[in-house]
């Protein structure tokens, strides 16, 4: 059933393709039946939860599935998030172009996500984590503004820099493990199966060398942690969320991200289970990422930028409950618990907020927050459920987001009492927990700011008013459904979320929290109590005055973050240009030479001969140039050249490094 779950939306979609494809709304119907099809098969899963299958032989060792814990977690939202943003999209795709192509890759990207989440080992997961990142790219490139061209040649550079990286980990690891496996007269049993099964991760990692396992473990964090948006390969997060349609941003944001979760959650669990080096390694980006995401969603003036960056400070949080997870070994229950719960409270935030940022684009046909301000004053189903969100992902006690926070900031203040039981130093770690206390601060701030804009502030005169009801029926559904879902889950913290973390955690490695967390206790209450007061007043004195004016008796909302910060634009495509650069001249030398030492030789057999063809040269052997404005695609023998030979030196670096270790 599980190979089924994956391939029957990559299926079905090149079936309805061709009948959706001329049709504004033909795709609807399919989409959610394919959609409904894969949430209520991973809801069977519940009841067998040691299902496993796959295909023997398929890309050499074959794909294998397993299902239960985390996975199975993950596939039910997965496809649950699928099935809400199929009910959100007619509203936000009519009128639109090539809905049909948005359909197809909206399935195969399910399909993809599934493969992901179902994998038994990291070949099988790295196969659907690439056919998954080139999907969702036609996402990010959908609408084919100058903005969605340039944000999704981003999404894909990061993403195929990611992948290539991570490949060359896992050949390693692969042949290392495989080496021992035959070392151990085990041959038969590595053959057989998957080398990079989970379970022999598990087995031969302590034999492994520390250098080969953290270059291993380094190269997966690239892959994982640029799908996941972590700090610095994140770039690609702010820009493609507010060009893509809605219900795409809410996909990317809300679980897309989470394949690069699951990637660093099961490297550390079962690679790096016990070495504490590897969790303090993953904890500097990850405290980063968690910071540097609020601080740039309080200076954002576009509603889904500041979604987007939001999105970025809490895989932070994720990734910092997962570093936990590593450094507290098997005392870890309660970090593994709260990444959990932030994983799932933090996907039904951002289904509910971004599509609650859809309905105010549809209207308004703007995302800038100075044409969208006043916009749901007088809307409350809108206003109630984007409270809803706005105040789980803030952490406000009562709501789902302050149970999955409260597990995080208990599992630093656990590793700190641990430090200072075995006479270490908790310093860097008391720091981390102020980090973690602003970053919950600045979540609120933000929130609160984009709360007051849309709902609160005065609508101005030339604001874009569409005619009739503003939202339909079905998109209403699911701002009610998610809306609902994070106090419920808030409120039910022990009967449903508490299960829910337990049914995961055997993915982590780790035994059931030895006792239930009292979660309105007046310890934890005063953590959420110290971010409500930083949120506040962070709102007032910087989102209301510092990055607020007053111009003709209006408030204007401003931009202050100065471009020269933006990371892209500052480091990453000038070092870009500045490769192909080298990789242009260093093809010019190479046929400079070529031509010395071939056509010398020639020009001297030939010397004086009459009614000599001279070939034209090749112009664009050694150029870098863009062909086409419409592809926006730079294609030149040259940077080939450099690409290959960039791939072509970093396994020459890595397999050096292996026979050095």
């Known amino acids: 059933m599980l190979v089924f779950m994956v391939f ?31 949430f209520a098969m991973a809801l069977s899963l519940l009841w067998e939860p040691q299902l496993s299958d796959g295909i023997y032989g398929f890309a050499g060792p074959g794909i294998y599935f397993k299902a239960g814990g985390l996975r199975t977690v993950m596939a039910i939202l997965a496809a649950f998030m699928w099935v809400m943003t199929a009910l959100a999209s007619p509203e936000y795709f009519s009128g639109a172009r090539a809905n049909g192509r948005y359909f197809l890759f909206y399935l195969w990207t399910l399909g993809a996500l599934e493969g992901v989440f179902l994998s038994a080992d990291l070949m099988t997961l790295f196969v659907f984590f690439e056919i998954m990142s080139f999907t969702s790219y036609v996402w990010v490139v959908q609408n084919e503004t100058p903005e969605a061209i340039r944000a999704s040649e981003t999404y894909l550079f990061i993403a195929v820099i990611g992948g290539l990286t991570m490949l060359m980990g896992l050949f390693l690891l692969d042949n290392a493990i495989h080496k021992l496996a035959l070392e151990q007269h085990m041959a038969a049993y590595a053959g057989a199966r998957a080398t990079l ?8 990692a302590p034999e492994l060398s520390p250098r080969l396992r953290y270059t291993v473990g380094v190269c997966a964090l690239i892959g994982f942690g640029a799908k996941a948006g972590m700090f610095p390969l994140h770039i690609w997060l702010p820009k493609a969320h507010p060009v893509a349609p809605a219900p795409a941003s809410a996909l990317l944001s809300g679980i897309l991200t989470k394949s690069g ?194 709902f609160v502030a005065e609508r101005p005169e030339h604001q874009h008013r ?155 052997f050694s150029l870098y140039t863009k062909q086409s404005q419409r592809s926006r695609v730079s294609r030149s023998f040259s940077s080939d050249l450099l690409y290959a030979a960039c791939g072509v030196l970093a396994l020459l670096g890595l397999a050096a490094w292996n026979m050095l270790r």
């Not at 099964?197 to 031969?204: D, G, H, P």
């Not at 039910?492 to 337990?502: E, F, K, N, Q, S």
């Open 466 to 620: 569409k005619e009739g009801r503003y939202m339909t029926p079905l998109t209403a559904m699911v701002l009610v459904i998610g809306g609902i879902l994070m106090p419920l889950l808030g409120l039910t913290a022990h009967l449903t979320m508490d299960r829910i973390a337990a049914y995961a955690l055997p993915f982590f490695r780790r035994p059931p929290m030895a006792h239930a967390v009292a979660y309105f206790s007046l310890t934890n209450l005063k953590g959420a109590l110290i971010s409500i007061t930083i949120g506040a007043l962070v709102f007032v004195f910087v989102g209301m005055k510092r990055l607020t004016a007053r111009e003709d008796g209006h408030e204007v909302y401003r931009n202050v973050w100065p471009r020269g910060l933006d990371l892209e634009d500052a480091v990453y495509r000038p070092a870009l240009r500045a490769l192909s650069l080298l990789g242009a001249a260093a093809a010019r030398a190479v046929e400079t030479l070529g031509a010395l030492l071939v056509l010398g030789p020639v020009d001297l057999l030939f010397l004086g001969a009459k009614d000599r063809v001279i070939p034209p040269e090749d112009d664009q």
């Open 8 to 38: 029957l939306p990559i299926l079905a979609a090149l079936v309805c393709y061709p009948i959706c494809r001329n049709s504004e709304r033909a795709w609807f119907t399919p989409a959610i039946a394919v959609s409904g099809a894969v």
């Open 197 to 204: 099964s989970f379970e022999n991760l598990v087995q031969y």
């Open 261 to 454: 979760v699951f990637g660093v959650i099961g490297i550390s669990c079962w690679l790096f289970d016990g070495v504490p080096g590897w969790g303090n390694l993953l904890l500097i980006p990850a405290a980063i990422t968690m910071l540097l995401g609020a601080v740039l969603a309080v200076f954002s003036v576009d509603l889904k930028r500041t979604l987007a960056c939001s999105s970025m400070s809490q895989i932070g949080f994720i990734l910092t409950g997962v570093s936990l997870c590593v450094l507290l070994e098997e005392h870890g229950a309660i970090a593994a618990c709260g990444t959990v719960l932030h994983i799932l409270n933090h996907s039904l935030i951002k289904l509910t907020l971004f599509v609650a940022a859809g309905v105010v684009y549809f209207n308004v046909h703007s995302l800038d927050l100075n044409d969208v301000r006043g916009f749901g004053r007088d809307k409350p189903l809108l206003k109630l459920s984007f409270l809803s969100g706005a105040c789980s992902i803030a952490g406000i006690p009562g709501f789902g987001g302050y149970i999955s926070k409260t597990l995080l900031h208990e599992g630093i203040v656990e590793y700190c009492e641990h430090l200072a039981e075995h006479g270490h130093s908790a310093a860097p770690y008391r720091v981390l927990e102020w980090v973690f206390l602003l970053s919950g601060g600045l979540t609120l701030a933000y929130m609160a700011r984009l709360f007051y804009i849309l």
